[in-house]
């Protein structure tokens, strides 16, 4: 009897190590079947490492190339965090400071804040004194900035050292905007006159204008043309006697539909770039639309609307009960150089500074048209409120109407 119970005890081990060996073998095998899955999930996750990590790289190539200068900025923020934080100042203004007094920004009575800046040259510098004296008489502050070289000659006028000025050689007024009436310079300002020099005010206040604008609530506007102007582009800028401010134009002519049914420029939320007038927060989206290296700005009235801090039907519209005459002057590259050939010089071709302007424009129209579409069809975050409204088949339509008229006028 103990004989056999003790045999029993010795296969006990055996047989625990036999469990034990198929136990390890069947875990063994179990491993060896995940193995395949473990290996599908790590190449899953390493894909989406991967693709997060390019995603992200190329996303900072874009953001480089857009902000070349991003890597100074974050330069300046680093070197500005040695500064206690109250006192930064970060914006700035154009106001004229006194050696002795104080200066009108310290001067509590003070109130209004308003901009008006031009490009001017000599040639017109009758028109710009009346225009300058009505605005500073209404306590704008003026920056003119003179494109043809000549800044002495303005001296003699009572205003000049009132006046910012600031010279350029044949620039225009949109590269004067870039780059001298950046958002952080113009804060204080409450509307921002970005005009052309060939402006007739006789009918025109600056303080009356803004109280309409205001009551109207416009964020973006021009004052009506004069129907006796020499050079009207767009309808819906022509001064109706019968309004105090318009935001549509009803037209049937030619290829030119505007209706009530209309939603896009030239026929309703549109002003045009001789003479717009923007608010602070217009400015600061107008502003980065304006590209760097196309200095004539066409094409830039067609997308100001995108900037009007809502309904551009609503928020865009000129004001008729105070209106400009457009005289139509250009002086901007120099008049027209056509001499007629004497008998001795007629191989001699002559040469139109003013065509070449026109061409340059027009090449840069169409670039700032390709830039736009480029960038709606990248960036994939952002909505286009008017995407059903198509304005550059309007303004495709008048620019060739537009031409069709040069055409005839220089052939007479």
Known sequence: MFMETSKSWKWLPKKRNALSDSGFQGMHAYRLKQLP???????????????????????????????????????SLERLYSLPRGIIQSRTDLELSSLWSKSRTEDDSFINHNLLAMAVGIKQKHNV?????????????????????????WSDLDWSNRAIHVMAQNQTKWWFAKRFLHPSMVSIYDYIFLWDEDLGVENFSPGRYLDIVKSEGLEISQPALDPNSTDIHHRIT???????????????????????????????????????VFSRAAWNCAWHLIQNDLVHGWGLDFKFGY??????????GVVDSEYVLH?????????????????????????DMRSWVRRKSTL????????WEKAVEEDRSWVDPYEKQNSWSLFEQDTRRHRRRMKRSRSL
Not at 129 to 153: A, C, P, Q, R
Not at 364 to 371: H, M, P, V, W
């Open 327 to 351: 005289q139509g002057i250009q002086t901007l590259g120099g008049a027209s150089e056509k001499k007629i050939p004497s008998s001795q010089e007629s191989t001699k071709p002559t040469f």
């Open 37 to 75: 899955f473990m290996a599908i999930v790590c190449i899953v996750m390493l894909f989406v490492v991967y693709r997060t990590t390019n995603y992200q790289y190329l996303q900072t190539e874009i953001e480089e190339d857009l902000h070349p200068s991003n890597s100074v900025k974050e330069m």
């Open 129 to 153: 004194d009346t225009i300058v004296n009505k605005f500073l008489s209404e306590d704008f502050t003026v920056i003119l900035f003179h494109y043809d070289g000549n800044m002495n000659g």
């Open 364 to 371: 840069e129209l169409q670039i700032f048209k390709d830039r």
């Open 238 to 276: 022509v001064r109706n006697s019968k309004k105090k401010v318009h935001r549509r134009v009803f037209e049937d002519r030619g290829s030119m539909k505007c209706s009530s049914e209309s939603r896009a420029p030239p026929c309703t939320g549109w002003v045009e770039g001789m003479a717009p």
């Open 307 to 316: 900037c009007a801090q809502g309904d551009r039907t609503r928020k865009v």
